[in-house]
Structures are given as structure tokens and as C-alpha cells.
């Protein structure tokens, strides 16, 4: 299995990907270097990565490293959170999110409701990555991630809190508040999570993350190094 690491060096993150005769994928652009027996192999994207890749503006490769050594990928003033996929157990992640994981995790694409999705902001047609199989997998985060477990519950967020969830959780959009009241109410509409699952909330940005999206006006892409 490989070994993932997040290293924190002068404010900023990175994952470092140990591996043994293994394969991982990362994201497109997010090699740093790596050292040892390792090939690098982008393979051409099918069907499903081309038309999540056209609706919410990621890149639809997504290359392979295989071999032995390390692999470091880009740092970022952003930080990086470790999900273990299991057997039986699939994710669905925010646009932007995934960042690196094993070869024996599966990605593929899901289409969240047309409706929750207009009302939300996604656009008509909100396409987001899926995980199934088994391995570990580094998503990004502008903070800490909690995982936050619901058992036939709601969650309710303003804003994009949550960077991912199971599938067993149904995403709606609804008013803060009953109408007209929702209009003095002072919140946005809400993004709610229902049913029995899992979901991955950053409920506070990092500080140095935070000043710079605020100094800057630009939200962080990435790495600050591409």
C-alpha cells in the first residue's frame, strides 16, 4: 500500500506519495519531483472524464506514476486531507477537490439533480467526481476536515463547507428561512445534506489561506508554484 504523507514547511502543505513497485494518479500539473525507479505515464481520458472535465472546468487527464521512490507534488498555502475508500463505499467530491490517490481507487462522475444544483449556483449541469474501489486518496482543503457522520439526519451549510461526501447523502438547496422571512434573514440559500452517511466539512480556512484570498481577491488553484 502506498504511504501518503502531508508535510508543512514555512505555512505551506504538500503531499509526499511513497510508493513500492506501485501505482498512484495524481492530479494533472501537480508534480513537484520525484526521486527513484518511477515512470510517469498520462493516459488518455475516456468518455466520463471528458464530459466532467467540460462541465466543471478540470482537467480530464489525470496522469499515473508507477514504480519505486518518492513522488512530491506541488506546496500550497491550501492544505490536503487523507481518505481511506473502502470496499462498498462510494464518495463524491467537489469540483477541484481531488488531488492524488492509489491506482486501486476508481474514478469515475456523478450528476448531482438539475434543480438543487441551478438553485445552489452550480449551473444546470453540476458533474462531480466519484471514488469507489479501495486505497487512500488526498483531496484539498482550504482547512481542517472533519468527517461528520449522519444517521438519517440533515446538514445544513452556507456556502461550499462540505468538499465531499457518500453516496448514501442526497444534496438539496432550500431557503434559510420560510418566504418572506428568508429575505431579512440575513443568509444565502442553504446547501443541505440528508440521509445516513458521511460527509468531509472544512469549517475554518486556514489563516494563511484566508489573508491571502482576502489580500488578493483570487482563491488558491493548486499551488501558488504552477
Known amino acids: ?19 513500492q513497485d506501485e501505482t498512484v494518479r495524481a492530479r494533472y ?36 506514476y508507477s514504480g519505486t521512490g518518492s513522488i512530491l507534488l506541488q ?22 477537490v481531488y488531488w492524488a490517490g492509489e491506482g486501486t481507487v ?5 450528476r448531482e439533480p438539475f434543480w438543487p444544483s441551478l438553485w445552489a449556483g452550480d449551473g444546470f449541469l453540476a458533474w462531480k ?10 483531496i484539498r482543503a482550504p482547512g481542517p476536515v472533519e468527517v461528520t457522520s449522519l444517521d438519517d439526519g440533515e446538514l445544513h451549510v452556507q456556502g461550499r463547507l462540505v468538499l465531499g461526501r457518500t453516496d448514501g447523502l442526497r444534496f438539496s438547496s ?21 440521509g445516513t452517511g458521511k460527509a468531509l466539512v472544512c469549517w475554518t480556512p486556514y489563516w494563511n489561506e484566508h489573508m491571502y484570498t482576502r489580500m488578493t481577491g483570487e482563491s488558491i488553484e493548486g499551488s501558488l508554484f504552477e
Open 1 to 19: 500500500m502506498a504511504e501518503f504523507l502531508i508535510r508543512e514547511i514555512e505555512g505551506m502543505r504538500q503531499v509526499q506519495l511513497d510508493i
Open 29 to 64: 500539473g501537480a508534480l513537484s519531483n520525484m526521486r527513484g525507479n518511477i515512470a510517469m505515464t498520462p493516459r488518455l481520458p475516456n468518455v466520463e472524464d471528458g464530459v466532467r472535465a467540460f462541465f466543471n472546468n478540470e482537467s480530464s487527464i489525470r496522469p499515473f
Open 75 to 96: 506546496p500550497s498555502l491550501s492544505g490536503y486531507h487523507l481518505v481511506d475508500v473502502v470496499e462498498g463505499e462510494r464518495w463524491i467530491l467537489e469540483p477541484g
Open 106 to 110: 476508481a474514478l469515475g462522475v456523478h
Open 129 to 138: 467526481t466519484t471514488l469507489a474501489g479501495h486505497g487512500r486518496v488526498a
Open 174 to 194: 432550500r431557503r434559510s428561512a420560510p418566504f418572506p422571512r428568508n429575505l431579512i434573514s440575513g443568509q444565502r440559500r442553504m446547501r443541505v445534506f440528508s
